[in-house]
């Protein structure tokens, strides 16, 4: 059974940090990607960050410049280090992982969600 676990969120003054993590086991298939990603009541769940088993990263606008993700491989464990952090960051954020088959099948999981909540 895949498991997606996060951790890391919670309550942070504007211009803060937090350092959210996320580890992604029991898959059988190929890792190909993480990546984060919020969402808040009434809206749509929006990308932050994703990073590839490449190197490749991709992020939303609204966080270029104060995000960074990056991944570990062999671990199948992605960090998510949100800098310069603002009320409109405020949202439960998920994580996502992405398993490809030998046969090219795309297998997505996503974790439970953890709340980044940005007040003072």
């Known amino acids: 059974q895949v498991q997606v676990l996060e951790s890391g969120g919670g309550l942070v003054q504007p211009g803060g940090s937090l350092r959210l993590s996320c580890a992604a086991s029991?898959?059988?298939?190929?890792?190909?990607?993480m990546g984060w990603y919020r969402q808040v009541p009434g809206k749509q769940r929006e990308l932050v960050a994703s990073i590839e088993t490449d190197g490749k990263t991709d992020y939303g606008e609204s966080v270029k410049g104060r995000f960074t993700i990056s991944m570990d491989n062999v671990k199948n464990t992605a960090v998510l280090q949100m800098n310069n952090l603002q009320p409109g960051d405020t949202a439960v954020y998920y994580c996502?992982?992405?398993?490809?088959?030998?046969?090219?099948?795309?297998?997505?999981?996503w974790g439970q969600g953890t709340q980044v909540t940005v007040s003072s």
């Open positions: 029991g898959s059988a298939y190929s890792l190909i990607s």
């Open positions: 996502n992982a992405d398993f490809r088959s030998d046969y090219g099948f795309l297998y997505p999981y």
